[in-house]
């Protein structure tokens, strides 16, 4: 009966890892401020929240998502794009990073956009396999010296090859079709 619950969902062959919920990425000082959101064949996948100095003296701050080894790539993408052969994206990581002083600050640099309900595609080929396709959603702003980083949810396809659709715990390519209680 699972089997056919879950061929009639179109996601028989697929297996989607994802969050059970999301957390906020607090600011560290230095190296502190980063947290492991999930491991794909022993690579490290995260989000950090780091800053250095103080406003009142002036210093930087940055906010990054990442993955250990260079055979990650990440591009910001909207909800429902497919995230599959031929995506592509930076190299290891998406971040932004700014420098103040007292009441200005500089936005040097932001491949991981700010805003509300954003979402980060990431394609990853390691030695014993793949290429995974996964996504993170995220909220970040910044003010005094400092970003607000939220990490509302991620999801893979654990299956090499298999592609998965932003935002979503679905499959790319699968036909899913409601069962009777999305019907009704």
Do not use: C, K
């Amino acid at each position: 009966a699972g089997a056919a619950a879950l061929a009639a969902t179109g996601l028989a062959g697929a297996d989607i890892q994802n969050s059970s919920g999301g957390m906020t990425i607090s600011e560290g000082q230095g190296p502190a401020g980063s947290v492991d959101l999930f491991t794909i064949n022993g690579n490290r996948f995260g989000a950090s929240n780091h800053h250095y100095g103080s406003w009142s003296d002036g210093g930087s701050a940055f906010a990054m998502l990442w993955a250990t080894g260079d055979s990650a790539y990440w591009s910001n993408v909207n909800a429902g794009v497919s995230i599959g052969p031929g995506f592509s994206g930076a190299s290891s990581y998406l971040s932004s990073f700014m420098t103040f002083a007292s009441s200005t600050i500089v936005l040097s640099s932001g491949n991981l956009e700010l805003g509300t309900g954003m979402i980060a595609g990431f394609s990853f080929l390691d030695s014993t396999g793949g290429p995974y396709y996964g996504w993170v959603a995220y909220d970040l702003s910044m003010s005094e010296g400092s970003f607000s980083f939220t990490v509302n949810g991620w999801a893979y396809n654990d299956v090499a090859g298999e592609g998965i659709i932003a935002g979503q715990n679905q499959a790319a390519g699968s036909s899913a079709v409601p069962g009777l209680g999305g019907l009704a």
